[in-house]
């Protein structure tokens, strides 16, 4: 089936450490999503992708980092510059243009040790 | 700056009753919405979307509101059913393409 899949389910992070949060989709969607959500907020985006070899910064990218390498691929990275990285982060990806639903990933939760 | 706020943080509906889930937002030139359904533990599910050239659209069980003269969008859920517990948002096309996401109502659904 086409999907997202978002790996690992859970994921711990010691003080200073890089971990790095997979997302994959088969559904040949052009644009590529990672988002934040925290207890009573709403989504907040860290990171998009709208083709191969590009990305842009969203409203919180400070202490992320990101790659697209390839359409089916978008990884994000928590660097030790992330000072509040306990969170569950989501991947989505849609059809890149004006009106299309974003699909997302079951989500990575990650806390720290 | 931009913003989407729910009415209501929980919503305990009986089983079979109709669900009405609300969002108000606040820019007029928005013109793309969508319902999110979130599971615990899940990512949040497409359930249904509408263009600012409708008021209403309907799905299976569902229908999506549009009142874009006091910028209010809301989600009814036809004779609801246990399954249909979960936390419900809304999100919207910003001024910049993006979406933006509202603090979510979960609806608590009981016997």
């Known amino acids: 089936d086409g999907g997202i899949t978002q790996s690992p389910k859970y994921l711990f992070r010691k003080e200073g450490q890089n971990v790095t949060l997979s997302c994959e989709q088969n559904l040949n969607h052009d644009a590529m999503y990672w988002y934040r959500q925290d207890p009573g907020q709403g989504l907040r985006l860290i990171y998009y992708s709208q083709i191969v070899n590009d990305f842009q910064k969203g409203d919180i990218a400070e202490g992320y980092s990101v790659s697209r390498e390839k359409k089916e691929s978008f990884p994000l990275t928590v660097t030790s510059a992330q000072k509040n990285p306990t969170a569950f982060y989501l991947c989505a990806s849609s059809i890149w243009g004006n009106n299309q639903p974003q699909h997302f990933g079951d989500g990575t939760r990650l806390s720290i040790l | 700056g931009e913003s989407v706020g729910l009415h209501l943080p929980t919503l305990s509906v009986q089983e079979g009753d109709n669900s009405i889930i609300n969002c108000a937002y606040s820019?007029?030139?928005?013109?793309?919405f969508i319902w999110y359904k979130q599971e615990s533990g899940k990512g949040p599910q497409f359930i249904i979307d509408?263009?600012?050239?409708?008021d209403k659209r309907q799905g299976q069980r569902v229908t999506v509101l549009l009142n874009k003269t006091v910028k209010h969008l809301s989600l009814q859920i036809a004779a609801t059913q246990p399954g249909d517990s979960a936390v419900y948002f809304c999100?919207?096309?910003?001024?910049?393409?993006?979406?933006?996401f509202g603090t979510g109502t979960r609806l608590q659904v009981f016997p």
């Open positions: 820019n007029s030139a928005s013109d793309y």
């Open positions: 509408i263009r600012s050239n409708m």
């Open positions: 999100a919207l096309k910003g001024n910049t393409d993006k979406l933006i």
